[in-house]
């Protein structure tokens, strides 16, 4: 299945990225509070052509995991929309059914081999497939993981979810209910709280802004290092525009601080970023001029 997973390794970590998705979701006045089409044009035009769909103007976004593996461990990063979930105020994520569990095993993945999942926040397209649908009920899709949450995003959307916060979506609000309660029910969820060590190398750290809990984790193995950092950017337009307030961040101020400090940290250290959401090429490496920030793109 060309595409749909790559395969790279960061010194002795494997990681694959296993692909839900990938489609031109959304147009960016709808996404950027501080959009602005003379300054994004030539951003735009400087990007690989699959970034945007120029009839439409839309973004193109991929929803995908990423499994890293090292010494026999497998851990799952984020958990995309899910299959048969309801999701109505957002249609586009209403009752898919793609086959991405038999993706996962293409990568060489039996669910019931995943040792741990982490969950860089808890929005809808992050937690989806914690849980599948089993005789009516939501079930832990990997039944031998724990789910590392944070500690922050836990309190948030578990009080949104009982007062109907308005200034959470509907869709997040479901997916505590439906992809992120059973598993706390059923046990396996493992809280965190600041900088966590998941295992050699691999270094949780928060990376607050689009939600109050977001985290990244921090790639490190024989000199080469990389970093897992959701929805810090949801498109490569954030590296060069980085200043661009979202509509979709609970504290859009915050997270632009964030993707700064991110940005500066990756282009300090030679540090591939990988997001959760950009289209082929998937990452690449940040470069610094001041406080100007490009990409050079990573082959995968
Ligand atoms: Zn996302």
Known sequence: MTGRYNDRMIGDVRLTRIEESCTPLFHPKNWYADYNEEELAPVLKALP??????STGFLTISIHSWVVRQNGRTILIDTCVGNHKNRPSWGVFDQLNTDYLDRLRAAGVEPEEVDMVMCTHLHVDHVGWNTRLENGRWVPTFPNAKYV???ADLAYFEKAAAIEDKDVAEVNRQAWFDSVLPVIEAGQVLTVEGIEELGPGLMLRPAPGHSPGQMRLDVNSRGQRACLCGDVMHHPLQVPLWRWRT???ADPEKAVE???EILEHCAEQDIIVMPAHFAPPYGGHIKARG???SI?????
């Open 247 to 249: 509509f979709v961040c």
């Open 258 to 260: 964030t993707r700064r």
């Open 291 to 293: 406080d100007e920030f």
């Open 49 to 54: 052509p699959g970034c945007h769909d120029p």
């Open 149 to 151: 949450m944070s500690r």
């Open 296 to 300: 050079l793109f990573d082959r995968m």
